[in-house]
């Protein structure tokens, strides 16, 4: 049955409770409703902007384990170790930019592993604060998940010393109350069983309350599982298998990252000042760390596995010129991998945390041509992404096959019995006067599971909002039942473990709690969101 959007408003205002006032911030004028748009605010660098498509696009380096484990029973893993720390990097020319990075980069450095083999990370933290790292699309054992709350304290902090701060908004939670969490001396070793297909995730921070600044400033990689079933295929490789990962940032007259933190040290008081609490959006856009790059390319197949790092803004993606026959983007993996068989965009409409991977065939443009990757979603700055210049012309060597992956056990999902349904509202709330953001009307609080899904059970969740809303769950991945009661979208297409739900909409996910028994989170991927407490556990039972 579909909802009409009318009679949801009324619905989420109840589960709201408080202050519905929609506003989209700096794209709220661009026409076409608000299904196109950003929530967020923009922050205005002070700094001058490069011109566009004068550096070239780089590629964050593969990092080397420490150890291999070669045994040829289980034990079998590859050990890597990261340490978090202050870095420099030359992002506005002539600029200095501190970084607060794995191995001090931004990007951190891709991992890159093989499906079914363990990945043991040990992270170190040398920055100043508290750090927790969540890698985003990983089937992980929860005391690897990056849990908000299980932190990684600064070398030479104590717990004694680390007091988990109050958050606004949330009267159950004193200043010394420190149930539900974990705190580790100056480093974690987190273990990756991998035991997954192949597919593009990122490691990112996830410390409680201050995530959003501390991805802002640099705390985010890709980690790449590969798997026999994709290195057969005959689709591009090696240097025409790139990750982009696409994020947007606003600089201080230093070159320095920007955020209206409340609390600048990010020590105490977290989230952002009262006029940004939609979200932070930046007017510098960054692919792989430096702003609108462009790559050198033959006139031949690229594959692109685009990430959306970004607190808050959406994208929609778009080639110009347009090749001739008007599809230029052939998607053949989403969030959890491969698609069963290509589709393709005219555009792709990419919310933060989500992935597409997608084959550019650039044989559609003669050599010499330069072709802009815009964002349609953006204005001045914020419009384009990055460009490619096709200056050579090459043997193809790769193609798209019509079938790419065996989707059986998606296809299987849903298809038997009756099932659980929950429903969860994401909106603004006002529990104690303060307006954060809620699910079913309650701000997060570590220790409260909402929902107690039995291991290898399958229920249908229903995601319903007031603005745009990210939803994303650990642990697990998903398939897009609905939208409003109709189809998904062909952006929903495939595993996904992030849903970019539209404003005043309701989307229906279906999924499979296997893997692991514990507690996980589940929020909305716009960081400031997130940290202004749209968020709640479920726990696999
Ligand atoms: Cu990408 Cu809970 O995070
Ligand atoms: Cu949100």
Same mark, same amino acid.
């Given at each position: 049955m579909a909802i009409t959007r009318k009679k949801f408003l009324k619905l989420g205002l109840v589960a709201g409770g408080?202050? /519905?006032?929609?506003s989209s911030g700096a794209?709220? @004028? /661009? #026409?076409?409703?608000?299904?196109n748009a950003t929530t967020g605010k923009l922050l205005r660098s002070a700094a001058r902007l490069p011109k566009p498509f004068r550096v070239s696009l780089p590629m964050p380096p593969v990092l080397e384990p420490v150890r291999s484990d070669d045994d040829a &029973?289980?034990?079998d893993a590859d050990h890597y170790e990261i340490t978090q720390k202050v870095g420099k990097a030359e992002? /506005? %020319?002539?600029l200095q930019t501190e970084v607060w990075g794995?191995?001090?980069?931004?990007?951190g450095p891709t991992i890159e592993s093989r499906s079914g083999r363990a990945t043991i990370v040990h992270n170190i933290n040398e920055l100043p604060v508290p750090v927790s790292t969540h890698l985003h699309g990983g089937r992980t054992p929860a005391s690897s998940d990056?849990? %908000? =709350? &299980?932190l990684i304290l600064?070398?030479?902090?104590s717990s004694e010393e680390h007091s988990p701060h109050a958050h606004?908004?949330? #009267?159950?939670?004193?200043?010394?109350?420190?149930?539900g969490w974990s705190f580790h001396q100056g480093s974690k070793d987190y273990l990756y069983? *991998?035991?997954?297909?192949a597919a593009t995730l990122w490691y990112h921070d996830h410390r409680m309350d201050f995530t959003g600044p501390q991805v802002y400033r640099g705390l985010a990689g890709f980690h790449i599982i590969r798997d026999e079933e994709e290195n057969a295929l005959p689709l591009p490789k090696d240097e025409k298998d790139v990750p982009l990962m696409i994020c947007d940032r606003s600089f201080g007259e230093d070159g320095s990252f920007i955020y209206p933190a409340r &609390?600048? @040290? /990010?020590?105490?008081k977290p989230g952002v000042k009262e006029h940004y609490m939609e979200g932070v959006l930046g007017d510098a856009i960054l692919v792989n760390g430096v702003p609108w790059p462009f790559m050198e390319v033959s006139n031949t197949r690229y594959r692109f596995r685009i *990430?959306?790092? @970004?607190n808050a803004r959406r994208y929609r993606l778009a080639l110009e010129p347009e090749s001739s026959d008007g599809a230029p983007f052939v998607q053949v993996g989403s969030d959890g991998g491969l698609l069963g068989a290509p589709i393709t965009h005219r555009t792709i409409t990419i919310a933060p945390a989500e992935r597409f991977d997608v084959v550019i065939d650039f044989s559609r443009y003669p050599v010499g041509t330069k072709v802009t990757l815009k964002?349609?979603?953006? &204005?001045? =700055? =914020?419009s384009r992404v990055m460009r490619f210049h096709v200056v050579r012309k090459e043997k193809e060597e790769s193609t798209v096959p019509k079938r790419l992956s065996d989707m059986s056990a998606f296809e299987a999902l849903g298809k038997s019995g009756p099932r659980l349904t929950r429903k969860f509202s994401f909106t603004r709330a006002a529990p104690n006067g303060q307006v954060v953001w809620a699910i079913n009307g309650k701000v997060f609080d570590p220790?409260?599971?909402n929902a107690r899904p039995k291991l290898g059970s399958t229920e249908i969740w229903e995601f319903s909002t007031d603005v745009h809303h990210p939803v994303h769950l650990h642990l697990v991945h998903f398939k897009v039942l609905s939208r409003n009661g109709r189809r998904p979208l062909p952006?929903?297409?495939?595993?996904?473990?992030t849903v970019d739900v539209l404003p005043g909409q309701v989307v229906r996910v279906i999924c499979r709690f296997d893997g692991y028994r514990g507690k996980y989170v589940f929020h909305c991927h716009n960081l400031e969101h997130e940290d202004m407490m749209m968020m709640a556990n479920f726990e696999v039972v």
């Open positions: 408080a202050g /519905l006032a929609l794209s709220a @004028s /661009l #026409p076409g409703g608000m299904g &029973d289980h034990s992002i /506005l %020319p002539g794995y191995e001090g980069c931004f990007p990056g849990f %908000p =709350t &299980d600064p070398r030479h902090q606004h908004g949330n #009267p159950d939670r004193p200043l010394d109350n420190k149930a069983p *991998l035991e997954q297909r &609390d600048p @040290s /990010l020590q105490r *990430l959306n790092a @970004s964002n349609r979603l953006g &204005d001045g =700055t =914020t220790s409260r599971i952006k929903d297409a495939g595993w996904k473990d």
